[in-house]
């Protein structure tokens, strides 16, 4: 009996209260969604199915930036969904989601997740999870409360089970649920947590980044692979910058990866350096939404390492570009030691290294041919970061800079002339191969014909 009335008097631990925000208050209509998130959400409502857009596409949407994501929820099961969509796609181990092909865009849409019946590794860690339920469950399930927002463009009003919407107002980032269980189902959400703390400019709530540094080591776990691609969504975030200053803030004081560490380090240097120039270029561009390398970001990022052995190197007597060469040789066997860096972005990131040493010899025909170079842009840009920084004098990049955009004849003069640019040496012009003696050839014995 008292425990009926104990129940009835404190609602059970995880109870949540549905919230309907109407157009009136949110101000979001179906025009500003594309057509492809929009088409999807209409045939599914057509079929018998709820379906709505989720997620950071209407947090985005609440904070007057044009998202470049829709993903989908609905109570369909992914074959369901599949029936509906002709072109379409189930993927996903730990939980299967619906990749739906509108033209050219690809839609995500998942079923509502349910609550207890996911399966979970010794750390707590989600290992699978194909269990569906209610949307309700669904946003308890979700990680941060401004991800927890559906939107019902038929509708136009907003359902939110968390109070996201007013936290997106304040731009308060807060964990659903108990921050420390949350992350230990899964510890990305660290890595994502400083991502839309820095990307948004919201403040991390105190109780969701307390456990954070004590729950960071739980990153090592996690395949290379998932850890590479999240700190890629912080390199091309837009706001690099911002994402660095929060992850300093984190106090994250163990090794987690390679490029994060780099990333750390580079925090702790005074002044400019070549990876906060190419964070502060790759994040202008974004944002001007012009292209970007991914290649040559990760070049600049992991530069500082490989500067210093290829100065451990050159310390033993060698040449620049053997020395270079060797130090490219110790880098690619620590990516491949489960960095989890694809192929396609380590090749970009040696062929910009390994051309830096051929911006010293600008006399004869050796310039054209450089110039000739697949990656010639690629390895002049990050020349010109590195005289930014002072690495190498200003004066060369200046010369590559006239020599590139010169016509044929001033070309010619310029690899001609006697006052070459300093080089990365310090000389004026690098040192000029010894030529080898003709080797004396023995005299043909003479025949006396008798």
Avoid at 28 to 41: G, M, W
Avoid at 76 to 105: C, D, L, N, W, Y
Avoid at 291 to 305: D, M, Q
Wanted: glycine residues 6%.
């Amino acid at each position: 009996m008292l425990k009926k009335l104990w129940r009835k008097m404190v609602p059970a631990k995880g109870k949540v209260h549905k919230r309907i925000i109407p157009f009136a208050e949110h101000h979001i209509s179906a025009d500003k969604l594309n057509f492809a998130a929009e088409k999807v959400v209409n045939r599914l409502h057509r079929a018998g199915y709820e379906a709505y857009v989720v997620g950071g596409a209407v947090r985005d949407l609440l904070l007057g930036v044009e998202p470049k994501d829709f993903d989908v929820a609905t109570n369909a099961t992914p074959e369901e969904v599949r029936k509906v969509f002709r072109r379409s796609r189930i993927i996903g181990r730990r939980f299967q989601i619906v990749h739906v092909m509108v033209g050219p865009e690809t839609i995500e849409v998942t079923t509502f997740r349910g609550g207890d019946n996911a399966l979970q590794n010794e750390h707590g860690r989600i290992m699978k999870d194909n269990s569906y339920g209610s949307m309700e469950e669904d946003a308890m399930r979700r990680d941060f409360t401004c991800n927890a927002l559906y939107f019902d463009p038929i509708r136009r009003e907003i359902i939110d089970f968390h109070h996201g919407v007013e936290d997106v107002r304040n731009k308060k980032l807060v964990m659903i649920g108990e921050p420390e269980a949350r992350y230990q189902e899964d510890p990305v959400r660290i890595l994502r947590a400083i991502r839309l703390s820095g990307k948004l400019g919201f403040d991390i709530e105190e109780a969701t980044a307390a456990p954070i540094a004590g729950n960071a080591a739980r990153l090592k776990n996690e395949p290379a692979a998932r850890l590479f691609d999240e700190i890629l969504k912080i390199l091309f975030s837009g706001y690099a910058r911002r994402c660095l200053d929060a992850l300093k803030n984190s106090d994250i004081d163990v090794s987690v990866h390679p490029i994060l560490d780099a990333l750390k380090q580079s925090d702790h240097q005074n002044g400019q350096n070549i990876i906060t120039l190419a964070l502060k270029n790759t994040d202008e561009r974004l944002r001007a939404d012009k292209s970007v390398s991914v290649g040559f970001v990760l070049a600049a990022v992991l530069w500082p390492e490989l500067y210093g052995y290829w100065q451990q190197h050159l310390s033993q007597g060698e040449k620049p570009v053997a020395a270079l060469n060797s130090a490219i040789g110790v880098m690619r066997d620590n990516m491949e030691q489960g960095w989890g860096v694809p192929q396609r972005f380590s090749a970009t990131m040696r062929e910009i290294w390994a051309l830096q040493p051929q911006f010293d010899f600008v006399r004869g025909s050796r310039p054209f041919r450089l110039l000739a170079q697949p990656r010639f842009r690629a390895a002049y840009d990050f020349l010109v970061l590195r005289a930014q920084t002072g690495e190498v004098p200003q004066e060369l990049a200046d010369w590559w800079t006239a020599f590139q955009h010169a016509d044929e004849n001033t070309r010619q003069e310029m690899v001609s002339a006697n006052n070459t640019p300093v080089t990365q040496s310090g000389n004026t012009e690098p040192a000029k191969k010894k030529r080898r003696r003709p080797r004396k050839r023995k005299p043909k014995p003479v025949i006396v014909q008798i």
